[in-house]
């Protein structure tokens, strides 16, 4: 089920930034400062993510970013689109949106490495990036082909997509503090700063870590 959840919003996560990214030249004014403040917003949201994921948690930074980011697409597809005073409120509220959808995208990296045990992470991580990479592909297709249909309509697209996916992590257990599964049958413990989560549980001093290993050598 984890696994399931996982594809779902590595998804949506692909296809929210992509097509906030494309969209931005779609919210008036000049397309090319646009790009630029949609391209320089990455910058603090690699900062507020490095902070929110220690400070509030995996879960409820990736949570709260995309239902920011989410509620962002649906604010800009609420607005008029030709009227000039909301120009400049649209193209702020879209930056915005592109901001939060990067520290979800950064967020989520963190929490999906630590949902998977150590035997299977490689694989479980990359499988994900691929599907994130399925939702990039499908943005176009989004943030473009839709605008004949109504021009305003990629953004509650998008921001719908977002919120049902921010309703789906939540029953994605939190990692933060809770060292990582070794084993699929094993379970993490919680941990303090500088230690490893692994406890004794052989009753002779003999650590979790140092059990797994010997299996390992064993099975090869």
Not at 34 to 48: H, T
Not at 53 to 72: C, D, E, H, P, Q
Not at 76 to 103: A, E
Not at 180 to 190: A, C, Q, R, Y
């Amino acid at each position: 089920l984890r696994t399931i959840i996982q594809i779902l919003v590595w998804i949506s996560v692909g296809l929210l930034y992509y097509g906030i990214t494309i969209a931005m030249a779609d919210l008036g004014g000049d397309i090319y400062t646009n790009f630029v403040f949609s391209s320089l917003v990455e910058i603090p949201a690699y900062i507020i993510c490095m902070w929110g994921v220690n400070a509030l948690g995996r879960k409820a930074m990736t949570i709260s970013s995309m239902m920011l980011a989410s509620l962002g697409c649906i604010l800009v597809f609420l607005m008029p689109i030709h009227d000039p005073v909301w120009g400049p409120v649209r193209i702020t509220t879209g930056v915005l949106s592109k901001l939060f959808v990067c520290v979800n995208f950064s967020s989520i990296y963190t929490w999906s490495l630590e949902l998977y045990p150590t035997r299977l992470r490689a694989i479980g991580f990359g499988f994900l990036v691929v599907m994130s990479q399925i939702g990039g592909a499908g943005s176009p297709w989004v943030a473009k082909a839709l605008i004949p249909v109504s021009p305003p309509l990629p953004f509650i697209v998008m921001g719908s997509v977002g919120i049902l996916t921010a309703m789906l992590m939540f029953l994605l257990p939190e990692t933060k503090d809770w060292g990582t599964l070794e084993t699929v049958d094993n379970k993490s413990s919680k941990t303090t700063a500088g230690t490893t989560g692994n406890k004794d549980v052989t009753g002779d001093g003999v650590s979790a870590d140092v059990v797994i290993f010997n299996e390992n050598i064993e099975d090869v």
